[in-house]
């Protein structure tokens, strides 16, 4: 039986079209990795730089019994996103990559994909 994604907004109302995109990404993982033990989501409003525009972050944890994913929208940029969707989609292929890097130090990727 597979967890329910939990998601929360922080510093932003939460918004039915946000939440119901972001547990569709999280089904998404687990259907990645059956071994996901608990999702939770969290999208929340940032201040990006001194001209005070608004931005958001998507952080993503996951729990697997060998193992916690920490993933997130900021990745390299460390900035946040102006999209919420866009934040959402690279927090979710962030936590994909994560999810790859494991199952590839399980031996759990055919050879093919790890040439992907």
Known sequence: M??????????????????????????????????????????????????NESGYTVHVHLSLPSAVVHADSMQHLGVAQRDVYVALHDAFEDARRQLDRLRLGRGAISASRKLS
């Open 2 to 51: 597979k967890s329910p994604v939990i998601v929360s907004f922080r510093r932003l109302a939460p918004s039915a079209g946000v939440a119901s995109r972001a547990r569709e990404l999280g089904q998404r993982l687990q259907q990645l990795e059956s071994q996901i033990t608990a999702c939770h989501i969290t999208i929340q409003s940032e201040i990006n730089g001194p001209a």
